[in-house]
């Protein structure tokens, strides 16, 4: 048996637990979203390191539109102000950034900063960063069938496949959710058909390399069978 560490090619992270962290220090949550911007800078570059060749996040879901008008907005200005600061650097480090979700209803200038972020860094081969924001697992396989209904084309799994908001990519070896809970809320969905689970209690700002590195290695003792038998995964291994 080989000991050597394989490294997930597609990570997908839930970074949960930016509004507690804030609750604990007294602070508002925007303050835990701050933090939580620092704690994806430290994961993008810590995957780009570690060879992960596909890193996905969960930024904005399609039901946090219901949260708070501040937090919201607070978000959104915050989103604004690291692509501002930080596009430049990241195109100079090969990161190739993805928004995925729903455009409509986002403000013109994020839309704007979304496109140039796209266009500015199309060329980079190192790390594909896709940034889930205004995403929805239930509204991706909804734009997805629409899409093939206008065109006439049969809904099948595989034609599906080719419309989903993240065919660039193959789908996430590895989901990490941070912050104790244990559900999908809405992530993923189609796409999560075979990936491997791993929840930590961390709370996202706190989410470091370290933590990134148990996760992986909690993934290399997974045995991922996709349907087959240990028996028929073990011959493979072998031959
Ligand atoms: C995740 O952190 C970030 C977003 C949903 C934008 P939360 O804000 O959900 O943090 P908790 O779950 O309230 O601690
Ligand atoms: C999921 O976290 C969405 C993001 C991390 C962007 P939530 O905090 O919105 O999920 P629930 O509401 O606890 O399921
Ligand atoms: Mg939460």
Not at 206 to 211: G, I, K, L, P, S
């Amino acid at each position: 048996m080989s000991t050597v560490r394989v490294i997930p090619h597609h990570i997908a992270i839930v970074m949960d637990g930016n509004g507690r962290w804030a609750n604990r220090r007294f602070l508002p949550r925007v303050a835990g979203h701050k933090q939580g911007v620092n704690a994806l800078h430290r994961c993008v570059k810590a995957c780009a390191e570690r060879g992960v060749k596909v890193l996905t996040v969960f930024a904005f879901s399609s039901e946090n539109w219901d949260r708070p008008a501040e937090e919201v907005s607070g978000l959104m200005e915050l989103l604004a102000k690291a692509l501002a600061r930080e596009v430049a650097q990241l195109s100079a480090d090969g990161v190739q950034i993805h928004f995925v979700g729903e455009r409509e209803g986002l403000s013109d200038s994020l839309k704007k900063g979304f496109l140039q972020a796209e266009t500015t860094t199309a060329h980079n081969t190192r790390l594909v960063f896709n940034i889930c924001f205004n995403y929805g697992g239930r509204w991706d396989i909804a734009q997805a069938a629409a899409k093939l209904v206008a065109k006439g084309v049969p809904v099948t799994a595989s034609s599906l496949d080719t419309e989903m908001a993240m065919a660039h990519v193959p789908d996430p070896d590895l989901i990490i959710r941070t912050g104790g809970e244990q559900r999908i809320s809405n992530f993923l969905l189609w796409q999560a058909a075979y990936s491997e689970f791993y929840f930590s209690d961390k709370l996202w700002p706190d989410f470091d390399a370290a933590a990134l590195d148990e996760a992986i290695n909690e993934f290399n003792r997974r045995e991922r069978r996709f349907g087959k038998t240990s028996e028929q995964i073990q011959t493979k291994v072998t031959a």
